[in-house]
């Protein structure tokens, strides 16, 4: 039963890198939430798992943390935001999906090269999941760089939050709850000030292009 | 206890009552005095130190010790300054139309917390937590590049949110990497990430886990610090924010990331023994301090121009911090002082010239000196001050820095030369004409203040002549802590 639950710990990480892959792909705005939405859930899953198979009581605490801030915080405000603008049904058409999916997989096999070393050290039951983590987040990272929408660009901020954030559990059965805290706390207050930012530049530019955003250049 | 409680208190409060009245006409002085109290609770606080030595307090969550309370003084003296140049220079804002009421209030409010967030992250004892206090330093001064609403101040604004945000992402991914060379060597819990704890089982760690933490600390922590090829926030968010902003992002920011970068450092060397993090941090030093010096020549926006030049500054910090040993910590310490004093005296007074121009385009603010002899002469001299002209500060420190790189690094020295010298004929070269010559520039309908740039300067003329025997054995206490002793 154990060893079964050790494994599910595996499924909802590969489950974070599909997700990861598959919003490198998606082009509108709406599934790109919903996606989002579900690797929060993944990611209060493994939590779940982890926090039963070690018995540290405060991962509970993360868990629920992670629910209320992922699950149904963020992506309400993401709706509402998406609503407010008028951009609901947008499709972002302007990059390609098949190259962008080829530096994905690089990036994912440098991420499970630079955390082999590091997983075996570790005595937490995930440690082979260190690797996903690192992908997760170099991947929200590529999606950041390629995309040039506003909305884009900060679903794969807080993506890029999730993978580190399964590196903390993963890794090390769960940071201090205070810096958990803390952290929850820099998150919800970024995501209010980016959401009054896409406010400010759509009244600036009358658009959600970041493209818009590229005068300051050195000549 | 009290006079940490005073230093942390102060601002936070502040910044909550300027958020209920930050709009009022006198806002301005409540925000002055409020920096007022917190400078004099550091002194306090330093005074303390000095006589019982350094202290963990609350179940050890905070401490203090001589690197730190050296850098809470300078925090808060420089917020306190620069509080004292917003006054007269915001109101001057408002009266262009460029302020409003409620940006008014935005901007009082967040200057406090921002003040306040790096207090905390100077003096907490937890690396989770210096990292949360950094990210919402970094969230409280977001909406105040953007405060003018002008397309420039939002992309810088976005910029600075964006790849700062990445930036720190992988500061934090460092922080879980030493919190995992922790739960192995000496448990997990709640205490497994407080700095005193983990330098005293430093030599525990894993060196494998170490430096791959280091890697990261140092390029998220770096992105902060204005490290080369991670600084493109830099120059624009100091561009296109007000003033008093640009002061303290270059005096004070730059050195608190600085501060979490040498507290990793110290772990970091304890861990591998073989001193890799130091030589990581002389080569993202010199190449910062060239690429700058050379971005340096090509700017046309005076506030830009000075960005690129305390890129170039951090650089020089970075290079003799890796550099390591006393001397080369002392120089970078002494360093770290006098860049933070000038440069935000050197913006004070372009902030002034700006004004008199209605521009920050160098080639259209001429003959300074005729309108406003006290402008002029503060940018003359500030500029001096920072191009390492003796007797002012920053030639002693960077003297000591050529030294010690000769002595060690013999073929990185002509690197440095080469950059100071291209960085002195740009910036000198840009300077006075702004300075001397004919003028068409308006007068201003407050008096500037401009106290704060020839206290600070004189400052810095002070430790370039004569550094006090108690200030010495200060930097000396600190730059054995940082060399980890």
Request: glycine share 8%.
């Amino acid at each position: 039963m154990e060893s079964l639950l050790a494994q599910t710990i595996n499924l909802f990480a590969v489950a974070l890198l599909v997700l990861a892959f598959a919003m490198i792909a998606q082009r509108r705005i709406l599934t790109l939430i919903h996606l989002y939405t579900l690797q929060g859930a993944a990611l209060v899953a493994a939590t779940l798992v982890v926090a039963h198979l070690t018995g540290q009581h405060h991962l509970y605490g993360s868990a629920i943390l992670t629910f209320v801030l992922k699950v149904v915080l963020i992506p309400v405000m993401l709706h509402r935001v998406i609503d407010r603008l008028n951009v609901r049904w947008d499709v972002e058409t302007l990059f390609n999906i098949p190259t962008t999916m080829l530096i994905g997989i690089v990036l994912v096999i440098v991420a499970f090269n630079l955390a082999a070393p590091i997983a075996s050290l570790s005595a937490s039951i995930a440690r082979g999941t260190l690797g996903i983590a690192l992908a997760c987040m170099l991947l929200s990272f590529l999606m950041m760089i390629v995309r040039a929408k506003a909305v884009p660009q900060v679903i794969g901020f807080l993506s890029m939050e999730n993978g580190l954030f399964f590196a903390a559990t993963a890794a090390t059965a769960g940071m201090p709850m205070i810096v958990e805290l803390g952290i929850a706390f820099d998150v919800l207050v970024g995501i209010l000030i980016l959401g009054v930012f896409m406010f400010q530049i759509r009244e600036q530019f009358d658009s959600l292009d970041i493209r818009h955003l590229e005068r300051l250049k050195e000549d | 206890m009290e006079a940490l409680a005073l230093v942390l208190a102060l601002p936070l409060l502040g910044g909550l009552a300027l958020a209920l009245w930050g709009a009022r006409e006198r806002a301005g002085d409540l925000n002055a005095a409020v920096s007022l109290a917190a400078f004099l609770a550091s002194v306090w606080l330093t005074l303390i130190v000095v006589r019982e030595g350094p202290f963990t307090v609350w179940g050890e969550w905070f401490f203090v010790d001589p690197l730190n309370v050296f850098l809470v003084t300078l925090t808060t003296f420089v917020g306190f300054t620069t509080a004292l140049f917003a006054r007269p220079y915001m109101r001057i804002e408002l009266d262009h139309g460029k302020m409003t009421g409620p940006r008014m209030r935005l901007f009082h409010s967040m200057y406090q917390l921002f003040i306040a967030m790096m207090l905390v992250a100077l003096t907490t004892n937890n690396l989770g937590i210096l990292w949360v206090a950094m990210e919402a330093a970094t969230l409280a001064t977001v909406l105040l590049v953007s405060v003018y609403r002008t397309a420039a101040s939002l992309e810088a604004a976005w910029k600075y949110f964006i790849l700062c945000g990445v930036g720190i992402a992988q500061a934090l991914f460092g922080t879980i990497l030493v919190y995992l060379a922790a739960e192995r060597a000496g448990g997990g819990g709640e205490g497994a990430l407080l700095w005193t704890r983990l330098a005293e089982i430093a030599h525990l760690l894993d060196p494998g886990i170490l430096s791959l933490a280091f890697a990261f600390l140092l390029l998220g922590y770096g992105t902060k610090v204005g490290l080369v090829p991670v600084h493109n926030w830099l120059p624009d968010a100091h561009a296109e924010g007000p003033t008093p902003i640009s002061a303290v992002l270059s005096g004070l920011l730059l050195n608190v990331a600085l501060y979490a970068v040498l507290r990793c450092k110290v772990l970091a060397d304890g861990a591998m023994g073989d001193g890799l993090p130091g030589r990581m941090m002389v080569g993202f030093g010199l190449i910062t301090v060239v690429t700058a010096a050379f971005f340096l020549s090509r700017q046309r926006d005076v506030k830009r121009m000075f960005a690129y030049s305390s890129i170039e500054h951090m650089g020089l910090m970075t290079f003799a911090f890796g550099l390591g040993g006393p001397i080369a910590n002392f120089a970078g310490l002494l360093h770290m002082t006098v860049h933070a004093l000038v440069k935000s005296a050197i913006f004070f007074a372009v902030g002034h010239a700006a004004q008199k121009a209605g521009t920050q385009v160098m080639e259209d603010i001429r003959g300074l000196l005729k309108v406003s002899p006290t402008v002029g002469w503060g940018l003359m001299l500030g500029t001096l001050a920072i191009l390492g002209m003796p007797p002012f500060g920053v030639f002693a420190s960077e003297f000591l820095i050529l030294t010690t790189a000769m002595r060690e690094l013999p073929w990185a020295t002509p690197f440095l030369l080469v950059a100071l010298g291209v960085a002195f004929a740009s910036i000198f070269g840009r300077v006075q004409p702004m300075v001397f010559g004919e003028t068409a520039l308006r007068p201003l309908a407050h008096p500037p203040a401009l106290v704060p740039v020839f206290v600070h300067l004189g400052l810095a003329l002070m430790l370039g002549l004569y550094i006090p025997p108690w200030l010495n054995t200060w930097y000396e206490q600190a730059a054995r802590m940082i060399a980890g002793g």
